[in-house]
């Protein structure tokens, strides 16, 4: 390791601590202000904040990635309109359900919450995956925007206040809204960390995307095991009722699936990155031969 390594990866793991010193005291601001005025959950202003906020971020960093590729405006704006159309009547879809209590037990005779969260993964995650103009896209695009970005995980912190509040079991709220809690708060130290562009800043970043996929896997797996219907394994004291109702299904029926393809778009540039870099290696052993 040399001494620029070495230096590049000190300051990365400084800059990341510090980020926490800002961001942990706010998202503790957010529960309690949250927790003790709910209305302020229950009217579904933060929702329309959240989603506006990153729907907007996601766009803006599509268009960035795009204008660093070797494309022309054409092709650019093509591959932006090809993403962000069906990315937002997808949002639009699913608000507008969410909103008139399509997701609500009972509603419909199959359970909807599942499906909202399965299908965009199984149809997304192999187009994001194997996509050549995807691919150009992450290339440019520098890695730590993917991980940033996820920094609204935090607001899954609304099922710990449900769970203090007495609305949401324990069982449930805990391990996921902790889970979720944990990944935004890291999504920054891991974006600076990557950003450095060492081996351990990138290490850094697949842990930090596997640890966020096993929340939702967690989550995902209590969710659906202590909520009303045919797929309920375990009867809380607490019914875990509220996972189907506006606002808070916004985050199984649309974050859920949005975060889990986010993630996978950040661990496939993290490896194509990882493989130029191993491509690279040969070749200027060669030059200093």
Do not use: C
Not at 123 to 134: F, N
Not at 187 to 216: C, M, S, Y
Not at 231 to 244: C, F, K, R, W, Y
Request: positive net charge; without cysteine; aromatic residues 8%.
């Amino acid at each position: 390791m040399t001494a620029t390594t070495l230096h590049a990866e000190i300051g990365s793991a400084r800059h990341g601590w510090h980020a926490l010193l800002w961001i942990a005291p706010l998202t503790a601001l957010w529960i309690a202000v949250n927790y003790t005025v709910p209305i302020i959950s229950a009217s579904g202003i933060s929702t329309v904040a959240a989603r506006v906020s990153v729907h907007v971020m996601i766009a803006l960093g599509l268009w960035m990635g795009l204008e660093r590729a070797d494309l022309t405006p054409v092709q650019r704006r093509n591959a932006w309109l090809a993403v962000m159309i069906p990315f937002t009547l997808w949002l639009a879809v699913v608000w507008g359900a969410a909103i008139n209590g399509v997701f609500r037990g009972g509603v419909v005779p199959v359970p909807l919450t599942p499906l909202a969260i399965f299908l965009p993964v199984i149809i997304g995650v192999p187009i994001l995956l194997r996509s050549r103009r995807i691919g150009q896209v992450l290339d440019a695009m520098p890695a730590s925007w993917l991980v940033a970005l996820q920094v609204y995980r935090v607001l899954g912190s609304a099922f710990l206040i449900g769970w203090a509040l007495g609305a949401v079991p324990g069982i449930f709220a805990l391990p996921a809204g902790i889970g979720d809690v944990i990944t935004g708060l890291l999504a920054l130290p891991a974006a600076i960390a990557v950003a450095a562009g060492t081996i351990e800043g990138r290490k850094a970043a697949i842990a930090w995307n596997i640890f966020g996929l096993l929340d939702f896997t967690v989550a995902i797996s209590l969710g659906l095991a202590t909520s009303p219907g045919p797929l309920q394994l375990i009867v809380p004291s607490i019914p875990n009722t509220t996972a189907g109702i506006y606002p808070t299904v916004m985050i199984p029926a649309f974050a859920v699936p949005t975060s889990i393809l986010l993630h996978a778009l950040s661990l496939r540039q993290l490896y194509r990155r990882a493989r130029r870099v191993e491509n690279a290696a040969p070749v200027e052993a060669l030059a200093l031969a």
